[in-house]
């Protein structure tokens, strides 16, 4: 340990030399501690209170620059005490589904992994020597009314494209009702993506 101090502070190629340069190149770089303190547990554990801290802003960066994870954006976690809280890395409380279909469908819809048009058309494709193009976002429409780009917010809270798909948002209403008498259940295309992030933060309904 100390010969590679010595040979680091030389500027001779070594493995502390490889971390001040891994920790240096992170996309939320962070500083290695002079040598002379990597002895010190308060030092060590300083960096690697630095080291998560980076992890957690680029985990952040990642979700607020994705056009993908829109639904992740300024979402909060229910805490048992007190308001809910915006957290970035966090045990969620829709992981806690018993039903394994249910907290599959409820992670692939947030991280969107799902079969909506807004992202099954997003790429250009070939499949058995067919290719398919991608669709411009505006021409992503929902294949059941037409109205409107066809997303999550709009297939579960707005579609009204065939009776089933009515009937089965009436009785999740009911339900959310039930159990969140606060929340309001009159959605518009305007207010349907915030009324779906909230929802989904709510632990009551999203599990």
């Known amino acids: 340990m100390e010969e590679q101090m010595v040979m680091f502070a030389c500027g001779v190629p070594g493995w502390v030399g490889d971390l001040a340069y891994a920790l ?43 056009s993908r994870l829109y639904l992740l954006r300024d979402r909060t ?25 249910d907290r599959i469908a409820l992670t692939k819809l947030l991280a969107s992994d799902h079969p909506f048009a807004v992202e099954q058309f997003r790429w250009g494709t070939t499949r058995n020597g067919i290719r398919r193009r991608k669709v411009d976002y505006e021409d992503r429409l929902c294949r059941l009314c037409g109205l409107d780009v066809e997303t999550p917010e709009h297939a579960l809270l707005v579609c009204v494209g065939t009776e089933e798909v009515v009937a089965a948002r009436e009785t999740f209403a009911l339900v959310a009702r039930a159990r969140c008498p606060d929340k309001h259940t009159r959605i518009t295309a305007t207010d349907a993506l915030p009324v779906l992030a909230s929802l989904l933060s709510i632990a009551e309904i999203a599990s």
């Open 24 to 66: 240096a190149r992170l996309p939320h770089p962070v500083k290695l501690p002079d040598t002379r303190l990597l002895w010190d547990v308060n030092a060590i554990d300083g960096l690697i209170r630095s080291l998560n801290a980076s992890l957690r802003g680029e985990l952040q960066d990642a979700v607020t620059t994705s």
């Open 77 to 101: 976690e229910p805490q048992k005490y007190g308001p809910p809280l915006r957290t970035v890395m966090h045990f969620r409380h829709y992981l806690r589904v018993e039903n394994d279909d």
